[in-house]
Structure formats: C-alpha cells, structure tokens
C-alpha cells in the first residue's frame, strides 16, 4: 500500500489518471439526470404548446384595454381588473393579470415592480433548459474521454473486449449529450419567442389602459 502510494506522489500523472477514471461513474450518473430533466421539460414544452394554440389578436387586446380604461375612469379598479383578466393573451400574460390584487393593483409603481418580478421568473424559467444545452455536450465530452485510456490500454495489451467496451461507452455518451443538448436548445429557443411576446403582450396592454386615462 505504501508502495502504491508513493508511486501516485511521485508520478502526477498517475494521479490524474486515477481522477478521471474516478469521474466516470459519477458522470453517466448525472448524464442520465440530465435526461430524465430534458425528457420532462420536453414534456411541459409540448403541454405548455398545446395550452398556446390560437393566434394573438391586437384588435381583440385594444377592445378589452378600452373597456378597462373606461371602468378605472369611473372609479371600478375591481371591475377593470375583472376586464384585463379576459385578455386574448396566453402564458405569462394571463399569469400576470391573474396575480394582480387589490384596489391600487393599477398603480404604475407596483406595476413596474410586478413586471420586474415577471420577467426575472421568465428568465428563471429558460435558465433550465438553457443549463442543458451546455451541461449535456459537456457530459458528453467527458464521458467519451474518460473511457479512452482503459480502451487505449486495452489496445495497447491486445485486450478487445476492453477495448470495445470502454469505446461503446464512450459513443453512447456522446449521442447522449448532444441529445441532451439539442432538445434543450429547441425548448430554450421556442420559448425566449413565446415568453418575449408574452411581455411585450403586456407591456402593450398597460400602455393602451394608461393612453386611455390620459
């Protein structure tokens, strides 16, 4: 044992050797983590799409703003509220309303805040997928590094069954990581559109309710 240890201190790259193998098992275990993680996003993605179906209407926004309008003019903030709740919006945007309470929920101050809060959990929310497209290659490349020394040892002893083995594992961790990848880079990219319009929905929406009032 002294022996074995003496030899690790005074050969470092033995001791890197034995790091990255150390490092397999614990990375195909977080790489199928990671899968599980993009196959449920993939999941809510394709709910979260089908919740979204139908087209935006401008004009149907610009008729629910004004009556809106015309209900805080008369001193009826629940009412307008009520209004704004019906919005043709989808997402973020009927969250948004959803949220809002009370009598001064029309108040510029507070809505300002409250969109601040909105837009920091759409960033929340497109920070787990876009975690997953640097996370899976990265998983990749070091699960189809890390097997390369034993292959390559195998090789180099004539070993084929250690060779093909540790070569199998090596291929299979890249498919997986770029899978991992991919498929969280379509979610990400989809939703930066839909979320960036969701704010812009109701951006628009206060604007038009704060022309009416002026």
Known sequence: MLDGIRYLLTTPQAIIYEI?????YPVLFIEVIALAWAVFELGSFTWE???RRGRRSLRAMDEVTTRAAL?????KSEGALTEMR???????VRTFFAEAEGADWHERTRLLKRLTDLESRVS?????TRILVRLGPMLGLMGTLIPISPALIGL???DVQTLSDNLVVAFSTTVIGLLIGGLG???STVRDRWYGLDVSDIEY????????LQ
């Open 20 to 24: 990255a193998t150390a490092l397999l």
């Open 49 to 51: 799409a089908l919740r």
């Open 156 to 158: 180099a002893k004539g």
């Open 205 to 212: 929406a206060l604007d038009r309710v704060e022309e009416h």
């Open 124 to 128: 929340k929310t497109l920070e787990r």
């Open 71 to 75: 209900l805080l003019a008369d001193g």
């Open 185 to 187: 880079y379509v979610v």
């Open 86 to 92: 019906r919005l043709p919006g989808r997402g973020w």
